[in-house]
């Protein structure tokens, strides 16, 4: 049974993370940050698709101007994404970031210091972002590559260095590429510390490697009760990221959003273009948040019954179909109208 491990509670603007807190769903923006526009116009698309926190790439000054402006409209809260120049980091904080992302591993102590204070002062959190790419180089050395044992090693490193300035609001990220990397060095971790965690996989890759990488290890992180906030890292755009995110979590049971489409493979016994109609009803209904199981089926003879656990949905056949409801057929419908009808009838649906 799905049994979370009690963590430390941060929030990231009005959004709790850790100590019983519901999975937390993040993105990051792909856009040009200096384009306020359009940064703007993404971060609003990923809060319809139910994204909690955004994540922005700060990678220079002008960035770092924009982000201000950025902050300012923002419907969700903004985490800054920072590496190396600690400069960036002092001047999102002081644009009002709702928490700061760095990876200790490419910024000096120094800096480092500054922005632990400055994010103290502030009252936000910081991600301890460690990654296998970025490694610190005397751990590379020691282990010879990134172990899942040396990125636990680099992160607790990092904690102890903040907890020794006083600062304890934070969560920690721990990511490789290799999805058996990711997962022990995360068991490792969990382990050892009870800050919350930000599950995910890092350079996953496209949509089908990226999602199956993804879903094998936020889901068997979160089965075994770790982890407090996930990203799904796609080659993408973001929004199928937190489409992606919300499937795993329906999966796992842990938390439902909008509807979930139920729909065979296709056989030989299908006489309808499926995949057209599941494509156009998937797009109609994808702003809906209401969690609805709906189906899509190829068989008149056979989809209903197969399909009876969903609450709404077709099945077609040569030059006609039907609608039900909890596998009971409501009514025959032409062919030609089924996906229409079925869109109607989920935006008509009340819970």
Known sequence: ?????????????????????????????????????????????????????????????????????????????????????????????????????????????????????????????????????????????????????????????????????????????????????????????????????HLGVTEAGTLISGVVKSAIAIGYLLMKGIGDTIRVSLTRPPVEEVKAAYEILRALNIRHRGPEIISCPTCGRCQIDLFSIVDEVEKEISRIDIPIKVAIMGCVVNGPGEAKEADIGIAGGKGKGVLFKKGKVVKKIPEELLAKTLIEEVKRWKI
Do not use: W
Request: net charge positive.
């Open 1 to 197: 049974m799905y049994k979370r491990k009690k963590t430390k509670r941060i929030y990231v603007g009005n959004v709790p993370i850790g100590d019983g807190a519901p999975i937390a769903v993040q993105s990051m923006t792909n856009t040009d940050t200096k384009d306020i526009s359009a940064t703007l116009s993404q971060i609003e698309e990923l809060k319809q698709a139910g994204c909690e926190i955004v994540r922005v790439a700060i990678p220079d000054e002008e960035a770092a101007s924009a982000f201000k402006e950025i902050k300012k409209r923002s419907p969700v809260p903004l985490i800054a994404d920072i590496h190396f120049d600690h400069r960036l980091a002092l001047k999102a904080i002081d644009s009002g970031a709702d928490g700061i992302r760095i990876n200790p591993g490419n910024m000096k102590k120094r800096g480092l210091k500054e922005v632990i204070k400055a994010a103290q002062d502030a009252r936000i959190p910081i991600r301890i972002g460690v990654n296998a790419g970025s490694l610190e180089k005397d751990l590379l050395e020691k282990y010879g590559h990134p172990v899942p044992e040396a990125l636990v090693e680099s992160a607790i490193r990092s904690i102890r260095f903040f907890e020794d300035m006083g600062f304890e609001y934070m969560k920690i990220s721990i990511k490789s590429s290799n999805v058996l990397d990711t997962i022990k060095a995360y068991e490792l971790l969990s382990e050892k510390t009870d800050y919350p965690l």
